[in-house]
């Protein structure tokens, strides 16, 4: 295994202590139990905003912790739920008197954990549940579909809702909505790595890529021989599209990302032939994002995120964001 | 060759297409000759920045164009110097009246491409050659020492004078300052895959890593076995502060780069490991940056980069700048 590790128990937390200290203007780690939060305390009461799921997707979710989107994030070990005292650290350290809301990537470790960790909490709360890979119905972790890249856009714009002070309600109705109108499909040429294991999750021939994979390495759709990128965006945004079943001149947010082997070359080229698919049919890409922040370890592949824009997601996704991975207007 | 391409002659033109069509709020891109500049004009004249160099080293150059960084970015074929009439083109397009400064890593190619695109202008103009790299004196296609990672804290911190209306020759004392603060050194575990080659550009153990390396797969100090991450990061410290020789106190930039193909979460580890070297020296982290910013296509393996501070090189990181891939207090 070709990492950079001391001992392979004490990644999580070296780890996290390098990204608490190259960013301790926006946020705190807090070890055993594990979390990230912001620096700074909300002016005023607002909704706390919590993710948090298996580590090995960075930034995803401590990346995203700062103001305009999470309050916290809880990292499970390497493709792992977090446990149920990170929920409850966290929701006791961030909570201003408006409830917390949680939003939770679709798998089943995390549900269950989520919940768990609720159940400790003597708070007001709801939860989010991300289920924007329409890739398949069920998979190795998961029951219904899982939840992928479009987790981030949900945390972008309901945590820019929350800054204003809009209610718990109206911040769980506003994700579920945006968790709606997007839809996400990736494809993977190589497996990833998890530390503990020390050797690849699953074999794939040289000339193959799993079509629909999960960012564990879950299998999609199909193992099929490489395709040129034009033909594998063309079956990703049909799927997508399918799905979301977009109007005529529908606005959308364009979102390539990368698993963490791929090269940012290889995802612009991917999003160009994603948006000429787009302007064909009318639809016009007015925002998009490209580069690796829903990543699975050194998996090499990507995903394609598309989502339905309305003039609130707008308002929320151009707003001031400033976090470890995402920063703008600020 | 597992790659998102269609045609690998293509490769370049697709992907600074989806560049130019992902950030067109910040940039413009021109094709043939190719060239990344500014789409917004600078309000006053300004000395123009123009750095560039082989493709594959993304978000390098192109993602550093924009207010507060460069004025414009010439990306040559992976792994090749841009050619001259590209510098020509963006030194035409992008001038205002102070004068253009090239900011270039020291390649023979490069170097001598530049020279003679700057031989091809009529315009009042210098060049920052940065080498940064202390691994070796000379190397495959390097007279001198190689420029890698520091070359974007050069771009940063000039393009932030710049801004202040500062002339021509204040700009490339400050680059020539900033670059003889710096030192930087990597390593790899896996070598990257060039797509016009279409395999990997050197062999290397499935135990081994090379140490030194440089951002194209040049060789470095030496080959051998993987050590821990604490080794590595202590015999890569040893080095650069060797070359640096900061003084008791002194207070750093710490920047961590990932060269493509190794996780975040491997990165924010190896700058902990650093930081407490640092630490136990006595030499302050006051500025850090961890990520994929100088990449080598697919590359695993990584580099440090420390930079000397002072008040004038800390006012001119700090200040606002808006690009694709480097963005704050705008």
């Not at 009318?282 to 995903?303: E, H, K, P, Q």
Request: charged fraction near 25%; include cysteine; proline fraction near 4%.
């Amino acid at each position: 295994m070709k990492k950079f590790v001391n001992n392979v128990d004490d990644i999580l937390t070296e780890s996290l202590t390098g990204f608490g200290d190259a960013h301790s203007d926006i946020l705190e780690v807090k070890l055993k139990p594990d979390f990230v939060s912001r620096k700074l305390k909300p002016a005023k009461p607002k909704v706390a905003l919590i993710s948090g799921g298996g580590s090995g997707h960075e930034p995803l979710h401590g990346g995203f912790v700062g103001y305009g989107m999470l309050d916290a994030a809880c990292p499970g070990q390497v493709f792992s739920a977090p446990t149920p005292d990170q929920m409850e650290a966290a929701a006791n350290h961030v909570h201003s008197g408006k409830g917390i809301l949680f939003i939770v990537k679709n798998y089943s470790g995390d549900i269950m954990n989520f919940e768990m960790g609720a159940d400790m909490l003597n708070l007001e709360q709801q939860t989010i549940v991300v289920n924007d890979d329409v890739a398949v119905e069920d998979s190795t972790f998961t029951t219904g579909r899982r939840g992928v890249a479009g987790t981030m856009i949900v945390e972008k714009t309901v945590g820019s809702l929350a800054e204003t002070g809009a209610s718990l309600d109206e911040c769980k109705n506003f994700g579920d909505h945006v968790n709606k109108m997007t839809g996400s499909m990736g494809v993977a040429f190589t497996s990833c790595t998890v530390p503990a294991a020390g050797k690849p999750t699953f074999d794939i021939g040289r000339d193959e890529m799993e079509f629909g994979v999960g960012i564990h390495g879950e299998p999609g759709r199909k193992r099929e021989k490489i395709k040129t990128a034009n033909e594998i965006v063309a079956e990703l945004m049909d799927a997508i599209l399918e799905d979301l079943s977009p109007n005529n001149n529908q606005e959308v947010l364009l979102h390539v990302n990368g698993f963490g082997g791929t090269p940012l070359m290889e995802l612009y080229l991917l999003f160009e032939a994603a948006k000429k698919i787009l302007d064909q049919k009318n639809i016009t890409v007015s925002r998009s994002l490209v580069g690796n922040y829903t990543t699975s370890l050194d998996m090499a592949g990507g995903s394609i995120t598309v989502t339905k824009l309305d003039e609130k997601i707008i308002e929320h996704w151009d707003s001031p964001v400033h976090t470890a991975a995402l920063r703008w207007k600020m």
